[in-house]
């Protein structure tokens, strides 16, 4: 048996996004000055916090009235109303929300820490960055516009770090897929000796965009990762694969 | 900037493993046979399923008395006794039981399914395996040989493939740690443009775990993976740093 291989290559260069900039020419482009090659067998990673500024998916913190609800928590908890009325808005339903944090399902499905909004630069520049409106169609974009700069068709994956209950620290997930099957499905098969598989539903995106935050870092200019060698299953995927059926949640 | 480049490198070849194995040295000769060289700048990342099998880490079911509880909970399921009973002595607290699903915190402080104990070879082999009792010690003992046979050092992660609430699928985590600090801390550091991050505490051995996963598999006899080219931080490394504080617990 050949051993199995697998590379993660950061890519960098990639300027500072701007609202409306074409996200998948400057990919392209810094990954053909790094002499890489995309093909239709790698995948791409991409940071959502490139994505939602190409998107324009930020709101002014001025521009937002918050609501009598959002403020008595504000104050409750010694936070910015206006930042708590955003995280509202981006969310469907609270999950939890105790100790001053806010744990909500996004209008997407994703059940996280303040919506996935992002409120890093909201001291520096007042705004508060969201989610992509729709990950998947980020994906497929991106997909769309590196198929068109370099005739290959990746498997893209728009990436974001998210906390996860009774474990500390944080990892990066798949919030947006296009290209291939979010999951490894084992059920029914059988392990070399016969027996029944433990395990049966790998969330392989969730495992290759934790892959790649380990090239991505934090603070290094790696908003993106190529993923080389691992063969993944095509289809046009959907990160709606991931979210937790309510009927099997035991934790609602 | 150099680009980063990880690699994440199978070591197949490796015998089937019984108890008292000398798991440190069969890795070892499984890597020479790749004539992969094991520096101590590298990462090794060993599924948990042979270091329990090296450590003796099962149960015959045939010699497990279930108590009236687990006789009770495995009636009104459909379950065998004997495993719930197995299952409730691995946990020290249920933290939810429902629609036939056990989540309980085990002895180590994991919150997991079942308490990690893998029924899979239970129907035919008539065995449950269990984690390791201390996988920390695992992992040391297992650089321990590594660094005898090979003279290097590199850090070694114990990895299992654990559920998540709110999110469909399983993904690959560490739980036992050698050589590498579990984190990467990035509190109080600031991006490229100088504003605070919004992801301080990223667990870096799970990620790793996870990378480990891709070149892993379920069935094709790839329980080790080598990861290269990462820079972990040295330091003696614990799963203990992973286990959510109960303070700071929203979901107890």
């Known amino acids: 048996m050949p051993t199995p291989e697998i590379s993660v290559i950061g890519i960098s260069g990639i300027p500072e996004i701007r609202p409306g900039a074409d996200l998948a020419g400057l990919i392209a482009m810094s990954a053909k000055k790094q002499k890489l090659q995309i093909s239709s067998e790698d995948i791409l990673v991409v940071t959502q916090k490139i994505v939602s500024k190409a998107e324009g998916q930020e709101v002014k913190l001025a521009d937002v009235k918050p609501s009598k609800f959002a403020t008595d928590y504000a104050k409750q908890w010694n936070k910015d109303p206006r930042q708590v009325e955003v995280v509202l808005r981006e969310s469907k339903r609270i999950v939890k929300m105790d100790i001053g944090v806010m744990i ?19 001291s520096k520049d007042g705004v508060a960055m969201l989610l ?14 590196i198929t068109r700069a370099t005739r290959s068709s990746p498997a893209v994956i728009i990436s974001d770090t998210f906390g996860r209950p ?3 620290g944080q990892t990066n997930i798949a919030i947006g897929i296009a290209g291939m099957d979010a999951m ?6 059988k392990d070399t000796r016969g027996a029944e598989l433990k395990v049966t539903l790998i969330a392989a995106v969730d495992e290759l965009a934790s ?20 063969k ?6 959907t990160y709606k694969t991931l979210l937790y059926r309510p009927e099997v949640d035991l934790f609602r």
Chains 1, 2 share one sequence.
């Open 232 to 237: 993944y299953k095509s289809g046009p995927g």
């Open 132 to 145: 992509p409106k729709d990950p998947d169609a980020s994906a497929r974009n991106i997909r769309d516009g």
């Open 211 to 230: 892959a790649a935050e380990l090239v991505m870092g934090k603070t290094i200019g790696v908003p993106v990762a190529l993923i080389r060698g691992y």
């Open 166 to 168: 009774w474990r500390d």
């Open 104 to 122: 909500t399902e996004t209008h997407h499905g994703f059940i996280c820490a303040n919506s996935g909004v992002d409120m890093s630069n909201a």
């Open 184 to 189: 490894v499905d084992y059920r029914g098969q």
